[in-house]
């Protein structure tokens, strides 16, 4: 199994407040990203990194900002949270070689924004 | 602009059951799909994949073909066991931004 770690697994958070999700991996691989995963959406993704500090916006980056500062850690900050923003958040590795391009993910973080 | 559309769910299916889960896609060029599939509690992963047309994607019994005249990639499975349940997402890949674009998926329970 790819090693993708994210924290913490499950948060419960009150609407305007700040909250990090943090992606961990130990694969060097050069390409991260954030998905969130709703009933009836499948997964979207959010943002996404394709080195230290270089990242570019999804299909649903509204609301949310990243950071990559290593090559190891993508952080997810949402900067006030809404209510929907309520979902499983997936981080995604990618070596991103035209032989190696597919995805590894993390175990998901369940977040609940009351 | 790329889509995947998968077959609605949920599913439910006998053991031993055909299992097909329909995927079309939506792309410029010539994508790579994929399949992946969720079990509970946990995250994707990759069950088999096709980078090109009439490929065929097979792994633990289930196959895809890369069928770009009808842009289709379907997933197959001869005899299901109850250890198949799970959702499944199909998936494309472009190499334009190297960005994959998922289904909603579709959610499968088998029953003994």
Known sequence: DAGITQSPRHKVTETGTPVTLRCHQTENHRYMYWYRQDPGHGLRLIHYSYGVKDTDKGEVSDGYSVSRSKTEDFLLTLESATSSQTSVYFCAISDGGLSSYEQYFGPGTRLTVT | GNSVTQMEGPVTLSEEAFLTINCTYTATGYPSLFWYVQYPGEGLQL??????????????????????????????????????????????????????????????????
Do not use: M
Request: some cysteine; aromatic content about 14%.
């Open chain 2, 47 to 112: 069950l088999l994949k096709a980078t090109k047309a009439d490929d065929k994607g097979s792994n633990k019994g289930f196959e895809a073909t890369y069928r770009k005249e009808t842009t289709s990639f379907h997933l197959e499975k001869g005899s299901v066991q109850v250890s198949d349940s799970a959702v499944y997402f199909c998936a494309l890949w472009r190499n334009t931004g190297n960005q994959f674009y998922f289904g909603t998926g579709t959610s499968l329970t088998v029953i003994p």
